[in-house]
């Protein structure tokens, strides 16, 4: 039978054979499949490895400073953190069109990975963490609706123009196998279990203009939802569960004075593929604290909705 032990054991033989000496380079996002291709390599060739992930201020509260905990605490790898928030906000400055935000986000992304890489001496390989369904859709999907839809989904995916060999270990697997792969390495079930989240960040949950301040909202809106969700023993239990900035206000009441802020939409679904998806029947006593902590914790909100729209019609992101 198929065992992840002797998996993990043999990929990790196997990539050592491979690498020999050299240096290899692993982009990490804050997500499982990364953060386990880089637990692959750090047992397997650990001071050769170097590790870069680009904060582009775009991330879910705590999430860099998990994987900083991580990478250089448990897995002591050489750890390089792009500080990219002001340059990625430029480039949002006044953009409000979705598609847009992908591009620069994506092309961003790009030249700072590229700047970073560059100052890695020696380095042959790059790592990723492509799972098998990303191999059969980067096939299947060029020319389908589904790829015009929303631009290219995994940001994460870097130009044959850096000039890399890839290393791409978790090819043949899928994302239940990498979650039980992840906790065997050590991984702690945090990162292991973290629902999945888009390359273009919260700025595609920033409803038109990004900024900084909406970004800070956003962010505390949202480790609201997840940690009320966690709290309920729920999260495993959904697929994604996040926070919605609108850009909409409308007028509230707090105490004796007249409010008038921004709204926050709540947005959890329930799906096995992610191309279909039902917003997830969450209990109402939970809705009720999610919706009563954020209007009474997080500045600039005053209303709370819970979106209650399927896939298809919907998207799973509002933009
Ligand atoms: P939608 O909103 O199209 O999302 O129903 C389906 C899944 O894809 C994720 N998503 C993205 N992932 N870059 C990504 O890496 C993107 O631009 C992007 N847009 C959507 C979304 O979070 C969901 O899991």
């Not at 790059?126 to 389908?144: C, F």
């Not at 890839?166 to 979650?179: G, H, S, Y």
């Not at 509230?252 to 004075?257: A, F, P, Q």
């Not at 939970?286 to 009474?296: A, D, K, P, Q």
Request: hydrophobic residues 40%; proline residues 5%.
């Amino acid at each position: 039978a198929w065992r992840l032990g002797d998996f993990a054991d043999q990929t990790i033989a196997a990539l050592r054979a491979q690498i020999g000496s050299d240096r290899v380079i692993c982009g990490l996002s804050g997500g499982v499949d990364s953060a386990v291709v880089a637990a692959l390599l750090a047992k397997a060739i650990g001071p050769q490895l170097t590790c870069i992930l680009v904060d582009n201020g775009l991330l879910r509260k705590d999430e860099r400073a998990a994987v900083e905990r991580e990478f250089t605490e448990h897995f002591q790898t050489d750890l390089h953190v792009v500080e990219g928030e002001q340059r990625f906000l430029q480039q949002l400055a006044g953009v409000v069109e979705p598609q847009e935000k992908r591009r620069r986000i994506g092309s961003e992304f790009i030249a700072c990975f590229k700047e970073e890489a560059g100052k890695v001496q020696g380095a042959k390989y790059l790592a990723q963490g492509t799972l098998y369904p990303d191999v059969i859709e980067s096939g299947a999907a060029q020319d389908g609706p589904a790829a015009t839809i929303k631009l290219h989904h995994n940001v994460g995916g870097l130009p044959k123009e850096l000039g890399f060999e890839l290393i791409e270990p978790l090819r043949d697997l899928f994302k239940d196998e990498v979650r039980r792969l992840g906790l065997q390495l050590g991984l702690p079930e945090d990162i292991v279990w973290r629902h999945p989240f888009p390359g273009p960040g919260l700025a595609v949950r920033c409803l038109g203009e990004v900024t900084a301040d909406k970004l800070h909202t956003l962010r505390e809106a949202d480790a609201i939802v997840v940690g009320e969700i966690k709290a309920a023993g729920l999260y495993r239990q959904t697929s994604q569960s996040f926070a919605v900035l609108l850009p909409v206000q409308s007028v509230g009441v707090m105490g004796d004075s007249r409010t008038y802020e921004n709204a926050c939409a709540v947005r959890s679904v329930n799906t096995d593929d992610f191309m279909t998806a039902d917003w997830s029947h969450l209990p109402h006593d939970l809705l009720s604290r999610i919706s009563t902590r954020i209007i009474n914790e997080v500045p600039g909100v005053n209303r709370v909705v819970y979106d209650i729209t399927s896939k298809p019609p919907g998207t799973i992101e509002w933009e």
